[in-house]
């Protein structure tokens, strides 16, 4: 009998978490690198599909080899396949995405170079690749680390709005500040998780 659906979340949990922060970024920077928020959104819906995968391989396809469906070498042959298939495509993906909408520095203009227009006055650097680093750490790693991407985020958006602050930050401020605030709910939803299983576990205890 094939394993049971639940045993295999730790399995599929990363992925779906990777695909989240994909969906999430994507939908913030559409407007700015809308080509590059495509290619992170369709890596994120190969994670998922990749999720559907092993769960696949777990249910079906080694029930297969067991009962004498398919050879443990062709088994070896399917999976090693498609789990280099995925690897192979997703990284491409993220590294196009990496690169699009770049130029070549010896690339020709058709125009004079305009220069980005400075903030005015002598504002304090925007921290929004340390929100933004805290935000990923917070939802893949170490989920507290959201809740301080959530406050920092919150924080620094309040000091752009007021013009105190770079606004050259604004869009990793706010991925980071949104990756935050989903770890933090995570957190939040496993903590009461694993205190409904610690009192269910006590109640049958205390019932023997």
């Known amino acids: 009998m094939g394993p049971d659906i639940l045993s295999l979340i730790p399995a599929i949990a990363p992925g779906t978490l990777v695909a989240i922060t994909a969906f999430v970024l994507a939908g913030i920077f559409m407007q700015r690198a809308r080509t590059a928020a495509m290619l992170v959104m369709i890596a994120g819906l190969l994670t998922l599909l990749q999720n559907g995968w092993i769960i696949f391989n777990q249910t079906v396809l080694l029930e297969w080899m067991f009962d004498d469906v398919i050879s443990s070498d062709t088994y070896s042959l399917i999976a090693t396949a498609a789990y280099n298939l995925f690897y192979l495509v997703i990284s491409a993906l993220l590294l196009f995405a990496a690169f699009a909408g770049r130029q070549s520095l010896n690339a020709p203009r058709s125009t004079a170079p305009q220069v980005e227009p400075r903030p005015e006055g002598n504002l304090p650097a925007h921290r929004g690749g340390l929100v933004l680093t805290f935000g990923l750490l917070g939802v893949l790693l170490f989920a507290p ?62 019932g023997f």
């Open 145 to 206: 680390l959201g809740i301080v991407a959530w406050i920092l985020g919150n924080k620094d958006l309040h000091a752009m709005g007021s013009g105190n602050m770079d606004p050259s930050g604004e869009g990793m401020t706010t991925a980071g500040k949104v990756l935050g605030i989903i770890a933090t709910v995570l957190m939040v939803v496993g903590l009461l998780v694993a205190m409904a299983v610690i009192s269910i576990i006590a109640a049958n205890f205390r």
